[in-house]
């Protein structure tokens, strides 16, 4: 999403009228949160489709953003189960190396922490993850960065990828 040739607001109805029903629904990036419409799109796809399941992945740099469209996806659509994989690849430093951008690791927190502020409204309907990819300038970090946020109870799962 957020690329030039996404497809625009009218496309996106037109394959949602145009779609059988389908229960799950993964998002992929750039960042999905930064598209305006994103629970519009999420909405029309439950109302229409019968979607129950979406995965939305996020560099988790729009704490706020996240939080409204988490809160507005499962106050609006009751039975629907939100997963929020947030990407967060090391420890502070070498995150927002990875990254390119400072303060993101501070930021992707903040996130899981404004997200875990839903939990007992939503319950099990929202699922908070951390997906952390493993390379080797950040393999000294892995142990460490898992006991933050277990500690931190700052998600449900926590995923580590090669």
Known sequence: MNQKGDLSWDEIVKLCENTPPFTDLWFSGGEPTLRKELPEIIDLFVRNNGVSYINLPTNGLKPNRIYEVAEHCLAQNPGLELHVNIALDG????????????????????????LRKLKPRF????????????TRDNLE??????????????????????
């Not at 142990?143 to 449900?156: Q, T, V, Y």
Request: hydrophobic residues 45%; negative net charge; glycine residues 6%.
């Open 91 to 114: 420890l502070r430093e070498s995150h927002d190396f990875m990254r390119g951008v400072p303060g993101n690791f501070e930021k992707a927190l903040e996130s899981a922490r404004l």
């Open 141 to 162: 970090e892995i142990l460490p960065l898992a006991e933050l946020i277990r500690a931190e109870r700052l998600a449900d799962g926590h995923y580590f990828n090669l």
């Open 123 to 134: 319950g099990l309907q929202l699922i908070v993850n951390i997906n952390t990819v493993i």
